[in-house]
């Protein structure tokens, strides 16, 4: 525990074939058939996880995932079988592509860093002169980036990963159209909430010989969303546009000297950026969810956790 943030997990879950520590999820494999992902309040940016947890995100982004992993259930499969608890999804194991798909509907972030420092390229996808930052795209693109188990994801065009093996073409062309399926449904659920989807980024894996989707899905570790009120006037202007995503963390880090890479020092995160982090954790929560969040007790996670997984696989394996 760092704090009341719930940074690190060490379950001793029965049948654990495998135990993966990711960024923010530590992923343990059942008998190689199931996975239990615990979502810790770990952030990362640029690549490298920070120093102190954010209390509350992990239960955040769990939640908001498993509703829009039911929510597109239609659309794809996904891996998920249920959520015990606020911080845990249980779900199938499955082969995941080395691929993730990365759909941006705007010029904002890595692309518009990308365009600002004079590409007019994106993953082998042109892009048009006189473009601003934050300005929509006349349909959404997809800029895929290659799965690193550590370090940088790289940018990496279509042509480039069906010419290196990675995905075989045919199956290339059913993630392209799922993803751009599943950014539909996000931006139209976005919209009833008075939010703009942005950008995000699908991973997908295959069961049994079908795609389906897996990991997170439309979260603010993975997503980027703007209020959609205020938006024209505010790209017209040039100004910032209010956003709840991930997006702040790196502008602090950037003002602060830090962009992950080798030599620069994290700067440190005050107990009061720490509550603001948090609070707009939840803010998107509330805001993308229509529901109120409730803030649970965080001393006894761990317990609850174990007991509430303990009971969900004992119902699986029987």
């Known amino acids: 525990m760092d704090g009341k943030a719930f940074t690190q997990t060490d379950f001793q879950f029965e049948g654990v074939t495998s135990r993966y520590v990711g960024k923010v999820r530590d992923v343990y494999t059942i008998r190689n058939q199931y996975m239990i992902i615990v979502v810790t309040d770990r952030i990362s940016a640029f690549d490298v996880i920070l120093p102190r947890g954010i209390p509350y995100k992990g239960q955040v982004l769990n939640r908001i995932a498993v509703k829009f992993l039911d929510a597109s259930a239609g659309i794809v499969p996904n891996w998920k079988i249920s959520s ?27 692309a518009w860093r990308e365009y600002r420092s004079g590409k007019r390229e994106i993953c082998g996808i042109p892009l048009q002169e006189g473009m601003k930052e934050h300005q929509r795209f006349d349909e959404p693109v997809i800029t895929p980036t290659t799965k690193a188990e550590f370090g940088h994801d790289e940018d990496i065009s279509k042509e480039e990963i069906i010419r290196s093996g990675l995905v075989p073409a045919e199956e ?23 939010l703009i989807l942005v950008d995000t980024k699908y991973e997908f894996g295959k069961k049994d010989g079908q795609i389906i989707l897996i990991d997170e ?27 709840l995503s991930k997006e702040f963390v790196r502008e602090w880090l950037m003002e602060n000297g830090f962009q992950g890479k080798e030599g620069q020092q994290i ?20 805001k993308i969810t229509g529901e109120k969040f409730t803030k649970g007790p965080l001393d006894d ?18």
Not at 91 to 108: C, F, Q, S, W
Not at 172 to 194: D, H, I, N, V
């Open 84 to 110: 015990p608890h606020p911080n845990v999804t249980i779900g199938y194991k499955a082969k995941p592509y080395k691929v993730e798909m990365v759909v941006r509907g705007y010029l904002t972030g890595h």
């Open 301 to 318: 996670l761990e317990e609850e956790i174990y007991i509430s997984v303990f009971e969900e696989m004992s119902r699986l394996i029987r």
């Open 217 to 243: 899905i439309h979260t603010p570790d993975s997503s980027r969303y703007f209020y959609a009120e205020g938006y024209e006037e505010r790209l017209a202007k040039g100004e910032p546009q209010r956003q």
């Open 267 to 286: 700067p440190e995160m005050t107990d009061a950026f720490v509550e603001l982090v948090s609070d707009r954790y939840i803010e998107l929560y509330e």
């Open 172 to 194: 290339y062309e059913e993630l392209e159209r799922l993803s751009l399926a599943l950014f539909r449904q996000g931006t139209e659920m976005a919209a009833e909430k008075g």
